[in-house]
T-cell receptor, first 112, second 113 residues
């Protein structure tokens, strides 16, 4: 069983479209994250949710809206996609008080 | 703020060579330190970790020692294999838990037969 799963794995879309990426974890963790990896492989935190509550939002444009319907899911919706949004997006999870994070396989988003 | 600096790549080695990838950090308090690995086309996998000074993390022949005096967490392996070709990320986390990882920029390792 995959611990942290993201869908889709690849996403190719046109500028201006709206798209969503889904993330689910079956580890029973209470905290989930979204990271962005740019074309130079640099990884940076975007959002963090703890028990469905947003706790970190790292100056991400308002076009990005995370949603956590329950502790096991953290979805990322992106409005009006721009060329600069092309990247690999990673979901991760951890358990309260623990520092180890478990990552999904990533979603490669290409905006044309 | 917290930050991680790791050596620029790419690093190209012959099979069975010795590997060192340098990593230094800046942090308040006593962070936990990690090495993550990203194999081609795959997601991030935890390679090893250390949570306090002088701890040594090890896995799959890789080792790293948490050195508080030099704020370093260098990754080493005595004999690399072609299958070790990947991007390696050094990262830290504040020890309060539920805090995001701060990553270095990654070092691409290519091992040739």
């Amino acid at each position: 069983d995959t611990a942290v799963s993201q869908t889709p794995k690849y996403l190719v879309t046109q500028m201006g479209n709206d798209k969503s990426i889904k993330c689910e974890q079956n580890l029973g963790h209470d905290t989930m994250y979204w990271y962005k990896q740019d074309s130079k492989k640099f990884l940076k935190i975007m959002f963090s949710y703890n028990n469905k509550e947003l706790i970190i939002n790292e100056t991400v444009p308002n076009r990005f809206s995370p949603k956590s319907p329950d502790k096991a899911h953290l979805n990322l919706h992106i409005n009006s996609l721009e060329l600069g949004d092309s990247a690999v997006y990673f979901c991760a999870s951890s358990q309260g008080g623990q520092t180890i994070q478990y990552f999904g396989a990533g979603t490669r988003l290409s905006v044309l | 703020g917290n930050s991680v600096t790791q050596m620029e790549g790419p690093v190209t080695l012959s099979e069975e060579a010795f590997l060192t990838i340098n990593c230094t950090y800046t942090a308040t308090g006593y962070p936990s330190l990690f090495w993550y690995v990203q194999y081609p086309g795959e997601g991030l996998q935890l390679l090893l970790k250390a949570t306090k000074a002088d701890d040594k993390g090890s896995n799959k022949g890789f080792e790293a020692t948490y050195r508080k005096e030099t704020t370093s967490f260098h990754l080493e392996k005595g004999s690399v294999q072609v299958s070790d070709s990947a991007v390696y990320f050094c990262a830290l986390s504040a020890n309060s838990g539920n805090t995001p990882l701060v990553f270095g920029k990654g070092t691409r390792l290519s091992v040739i037969a």
